[in-house]
């Protein structure tokens, strides 16, 4: 018989992370445990991790729905089907859980090249917002670790400042040298979104993701019709349920990339209708991890890792907290990679 428990665990950022919607001190995760019942010694683990504001999950009910789950385990087909479609986040800790479990409770859910440490996962340098020196700061740190695409969140401080900061950088590295890439996490207005993007353009970014807020897929469709700056959707992606909802989005405002967080979308088998229908749609995209712990992050690599997709990853967030679940990740040579001769301490989530 299958059993199902979790555990709360809050993750202590190493340095506040800025975004366009505030300071990010801690984060909440619960870390999902699966096991059948005549073999307890062999656990499946799962990661359900939320961000207030963001994720779609109904927060006043959260750990209730974890309590039912914990209650009444099987059928798990329906849990993942129906039970969790307004928790995306936990229905992505069962489905990992579940595929841990399947594999034999070892952390490797998808094997691959990458979990046997023959390859890497190219990904991009993360930049946090914050004042001009500390994002200089970052920005050194991470072409100095070897990093040719690095990405920044703006929307938090003066726009000039943020033009003056990535005016500095395509000095010293031309489009060629250094991949940029900026996320305004809808901070832009629709009025002034336009010209903030032909601004964006002489300095040969990219992408820009969310350039405004979700929701409003009029006015993203006539910016994705003539923007000079490549447009990522990700806000925009997040409560979509159905394949038909989803194609209805793509067709409506065609932009020219989709990012995919699967704890925020619903798990594996949703995020890849997405990848069906961007593909159909040619449409670009790429994977990026959502701020989980390192359970969440190497559940999302292994998974990325099969869908062999070249272009730089967004998977680069394991090192943020102090208290990140020891595990076989590290980055190298701007690469996510997985030592499979790494161990990892799951005494904070067993105890």
């Avoid at 712990?293 to 990325?304: P, V």
Wanted: aromatic fraction near 8%; hydrophobic fraction near 40%; charged fraction near 25%.
């Amino acid at each position: 018989m299958l059993q199902i428990s979790y555990k709360k665990h809050v993750f202590n950022f190493k340095r506040p992370a800025g975004t366009s919607r505030g300071v990010l001190n801690h984060r909440t995760s619960y870390h999902l445990m699966v096991w059948d019942s005549e073999q307890p010694e062999v656990k499946g683990i799962g990661e359900c991790s939320t961000i207030k504001g963001l994720s779609p999950d109904p927060w006043e009910s959260y750990e209730k729905i974890l309590s039912e789950i914990q209650k009444h385990p099987e059928p798990t087909e329906t849990w993942i089907e129906e039970g969790l479609k307004d928790f995306p986040s936990i229905r992505f800790g069962l489905e990992a859980a579940l595929a841990d479990l399947k594999s034999g409770g070892q952390r490797i859910l998808f094997p691959s090249k990458f979990t046997s440490g023959q390859e890497g996962i190219p990904i991009n340098g993360l930049i946090w917002m914050g004042n001009k020196d500390f994002m200089q700061q970052q920005i050194r740190e991470k072409i100095d670790a070897g990093f040719r695409c690095i990405k920044l969140k703006i929307g938090a401080i003066d726009f000039d400042t943020e033009l003056a900061l990535l005016h500095s950088i395509r000095e010293q590295f031309s489009e060629k040298e250094l991949e940029l890439r900026v996320d305004a996490n809808g901070a832009f207005s629709p009025e002034d979104a336009m010209e903030k993007l032909k601004r964006l353009a002489e300095l040969a970014i990219h992408s820009i993701e969310q350039p405004i807020k979700q929701r409003h897929w009029d006015e993203m469709a006539k910016l994705c019709e003539s923007t000079p700056v490549p447009i990522a959707l990700d806000e925009d992606l997040i409560g979509l349920k159905k394949r038909s909802e989803i194609r209805a989005m793509l067709h409506h405002i065609q932009p020219q990339h989709i990012i995919l967080k699967p704890s925020l979308l619903g798990g594996f088998k949703l995020s890849e209708i997405f990848i069906e229908e961007a593909e159909f749609n040619k449409t670009g995209w790429w994977v990026t991890s959502a701020l989980e712990g390192n359970i969440g992050l190497n559940a999302i690599a292994q998974w990325t890792a099969l869908l062999k997709n070249p272009t730089p990853q967004g998977l680069g967030t394991g090192q943020l907290f102090t208290n990140n679940i020891p595990s076989p990740l590290f980055i190298s040579n701007a690469k996510l990679n997985f030592d499979p001769a790494g161990k990892w301490d799951l005494s904070e989530i067993y105890g």
